[in-house]
């Protein structure tokens, strides 16, 4: 079965460094795109790029280059999404989702993670 | 960047009624080569991820209620639930991830309530 297991809840500090991780079993991790995705309090989904584990390939949302880092580990089958320095705005839930087909980029979010919250607040 | 729209915003359908989402794309998600239009629909309950519905704009994803079809091509998108049941009650989001640059936007979300 796939799995996607995101990192727990964190409550940061403006100004404050983050790295949030997504863990994915039952699949051949460096094979698939994974994609991130934010989601504000009580708004909708946003598109923030993608990340190929097998070679790092990394592509950003115009909206989101330079304000995020996309990495992976493939040697723990694991993908991350770090900041430098929060700010209040990246208050929101974020989500790791695997594309559905072996190598392919331009398809679907097939198999999503449960999400990890983040927010920030002095 | 691809702009995706939906409408309507939100709309409330009566149980065992049929339920229409519209989706627009700014420009075209027909690869003419392999003639797919590269658009999905997910749906999202309340404190829940998105779960993909309809892919390749009509293909049911295994294990989703017939009564949920998707239709359309080039711009002009369409998911239809046929018999809304309660538990349909979600946001749906439309998607598409033709674009190149690997930009895959989502349109803004219908809400969906029983009326």
Redesign the interface.
């Known amino acids: 079965e796939v799995q996607l297991v995101q990192s727990g809840a964190e409550v940061k500090k403006p100004g404050e460094s983050l790295k949030i991780s997504c863990k994915g079993s039952g699949y051949s991790f460096t094979s698939y795109w994974i994609g991130w995705v934010r989601q504000m309090p009580g708004k909708g989904l946003e598109w923030m790029g993608i990340i190929y584990p097998g070679d790092s390939d990394t592509r950003y949302s115009p909206s989101f280059q330079g304000q995020v880092t996309i990495s992976a580990d493939k040697s723990i089958s694991t993908a991350y999404l770090q900041w430098s320095s929060l700010k209040a705005s990246d208050t929101a839930m974020y989500y790791c989702a695997r594309l559905s087909s072996t190598s392919c980029y331009n398809c679907p979010l097939q198999h999503w993670g449960q999400g990890t919250l983040v927010t920030v607040s002095s | ?1 691809i702009v995706m729209t939906q409408s309507p915003d939100s709309l409330a359908v009566s149980l065992g009624e049929r339920a229409t989402i519209n989706c627009k794309s700014s420009q075209s998600v027909l690869y003419s080569s392999n003639n797919k239009n ?1 658009l ?1 629909w ?1 749906q ?1 309950k309340p404190g829940q ?4 519905l309809i ?1 390749w704009a009509s293909t049911r ?1 295994s294990g989703v209620p017939d009564r949920f079809s998707g239709s359309g091509s080039g711009t002009d998108f369409t998911l239809t639930i046929s018999s809304l049941q309660a538990e349909d009650v979600a ?1 749906y ?1 439309c ?1 598409q ?2 674009s190149t ?9 219908t809400k969906v309530d029983i009326k």
Do not use: H, N, S
């Open positions: 960047d590269y999905a997910y999202q991820p998105p779960k993909l892919y994803e946001v989001y998607q991830y033709y640059p690997l930009i895959f936007t989502f349109g803004p979300g």
